[in-house]
């Protein structure tokens, strides 16, 4: 019996993916420092799939704790979520952010070495891409990054390559993701953002919850159909399929490569605010208001290589991910607290 090992499993798309490797009969080791997430996610992961996984404390910082797992399992293959996201913080605090996306990866992979574990999934993000000048976004796209946050995550990209030039052995899936959103069809998991949600979806459920009076619309004036941002929202159930996708690409994997996962299909903030408001029966009070700096207008993925690679295309749509948010969070009014 050999394990794989999710760092950050407890997370937003680390609990939805462990879900989906216990129900595809992985067996699942969890290690997160419950930093931005908590063990309750962990706990119902178990309850959907009626097995059991390894529930473990620790942080990537920490080398021996590392070591531990590694020495306590065999472990097959790494999927590495365990990282801080929040792009405003990440210029506040641009320190913390490297040591924690950076550092982490470079502990996670010097220990991963040391027990000879050379497959490795990695969160990646659309944002290595900055302001793509090209609709939809092929992973050939120039990359950049335009905060601490996005750079970090290109810094990564950059060290797994030269770690994989330096020793072959290493089969490296690194996936982009473009903007998760949703829950579990069983509304008992899912994004539990601490304190204001920077980002849209969680923000609009907690509008329809009754804990933010109104939305902020950042920006009405893009060069888009309704003038408001447009993205690439993925339901997180079919990213989390992805990663399974990924583990079993691993296998034959021709060292290091690149995977968007996104559908494909941009929707703007206007689309989100009217479906969620449709589907779920709900008004969502709202105000247009200026830019937020940093942001780009519009962000979508050309997915055909995860098609053919990965042999994996998204199935939710845009009235999944809000009906399933809006589940989530209507039962979870203050997520697993
Ligand atoms: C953000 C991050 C990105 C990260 C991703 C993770 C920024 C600039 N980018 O992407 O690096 O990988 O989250 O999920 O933060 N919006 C509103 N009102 C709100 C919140 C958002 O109008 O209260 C708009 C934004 O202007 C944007 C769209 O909704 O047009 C999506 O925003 P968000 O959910 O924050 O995601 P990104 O900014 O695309």
């Keep these: ?50 097995r059991s996984l390894i529930d473990i404390q620790g942080d990537v910082l ?19 979520f365990a990282a801080l996201k929040a792009v405003g913080e990440s210029t506040a605090k641009p320190l913390w952010y490297y040591e924690n996306n950076v550092t982490g990866t470079i502990n996670l992979c010097k220990v991963m070495s040391q027990y000879g574990v050379k497959k490795l999934v990695f969160s990646s993000s659309a944002t290595v891409y900055g302001a793509a000048e090209q609709m939809p976004i092929h992973e050939s796209a120039p990359r950049s990054a335009t905060n601490p946050y996005g750079q970090s995550k290109l810094m990564i990209e950059h060290i797994l390559a030269d770690l994989h030039s330096s020793d072959p052995d290493w089969k490296i899936a690194v996936l982009r993701y473009f903007n998760p959103v949703g829950a579990d069809a069983s509304g008992m998991i899912g994004e539990n953002p601490n304190g204001i949600p920077n980002n849209l979806m969680p923000f609009i459920t907690q509008v329809a919850v009754g804990k933010r009076d109104k939305l902020q619309v950042f920006g009405s004036d893009y060069p888009t159909a309704d003038g408001t941002g447009v993205r690439d929202f993925i339901h997180v159930s079919d990213l989390a399929r992805g990663h399974l996708a990924a583990l079993g690409y691993l296998q034959q994997v021709q060292g290091i490569d690149y995977i968007n ?77």
């Design 1 to 50: 019996m050999s394990y794989v090992l999710l760092t950050g499993g407890a997370g937003y798309i680390g609990s939805h993916t462990a879900l989906a490797l216990l129900n595809a009969n992985e067996q699942v080791i969890s290690f997160d420092n419950y930093h931005n997430s908590s063990s309750e996610s962990l706990k119902r992961v178990q309850q959907l799939s009626g």
């Design 62 to 80: 920490d080398s021996q704790a590392l070591a531990q797992v590694f020495e306590q399992y065999p472990i097959k293959a790494v999927i590495h």
């Design 261 to 337: 996962l996104g559908t494909g299909q941009g929707y703007s903030v206007l689309d989100v605010i009217h479906s969620f408001s449709k589907v779920n029966q709900l008004d969502i009070p709202y105000v247009l208001t200026d830019r937020r700096p940093g942001d780009i207008a519009q962000c979508y993925a050309d997915p055909s290589k995860a098609a053919q690679v990965l042999k994996w295309t998204t199935e939710k749509t845009l009235e999944d991910m809000v009906r399933d948010s809006w589940n989530w969070q209507k039962n979870n009014p203050n997520g697993y607290n």
